[in-house]
């Protein structure tokens, strides 16, 4: 007999169409934003996934504390893992420099408590001397 953990649950047709499709407009999100360096919109990334614009607006749900609030963000993903616990995968542009970071294991108090280590890091990180890159 397998232990537990090992089961895998079934997935029905509906629910792997879901994980499909958000897969998709991730994928399109993150394809458009390297080709064009701005945030896609809408319509774009429903061209690009082939999925409907409806649910465009269902797949990509803004949970990030950081957008609106932190000068520069530009966000990217929140999630949970049983493994990871509450994360969140984060950028920022400030005067032509980005830092991308990620915080793991937030408090469960939702994702306010890792918006808020994600900004101190990206405080920390934009009060350091950029030094030139060498070719």
């Known amino acids: ?11 029905d047709g509906r629910t792997a169409r879901r994980d ?18 701005v945030i896609p919109s809408a319509e774009d990334v429903a ?3 082939g999925v ?12 990030d504390e950081l957008i ?3 000068q520069g963000a530009v966000g ?13 995968l984060f950028e920022a542009v400030r005067n032509g420099r980005t830092l991308i ?10 994702t306010a408590a890792g918006a808020q ?6 405080n920390w990180g934009f009060s350091l001397k950029q030094t030139e890159r060498k070719p």
């Open 20 to 37: 499909r499709n958000r897969t998709a407009v991730l994928d399109a999100v993150l394809a458009l934003f390297a080709e064009r360096n």
């Open 68 to 70: 609106g609030s932190y």
């Open 76 to 88: 990217i993903k929140t999630g949970y893992t049983d493994d990871a616990g509450h994360c969140l």
């Open 117 to 122: 280590d994600a900004a101190r890091m990206l």
């Open 52 to 63: 409907s614009l409806r649910s465009v607006y269902r797949y990509v749900d803004n949970t």
């Open 101 to 110: 970071g990620v915080v793991l294991d937030s408090p469960a108090t939702g």
């Open 47 to 49: 061209r690009r996934s």
């Open 1 to 11: 007999m397998q232990p537990e953990s090992d089961v895998l649950e079934p997935v």
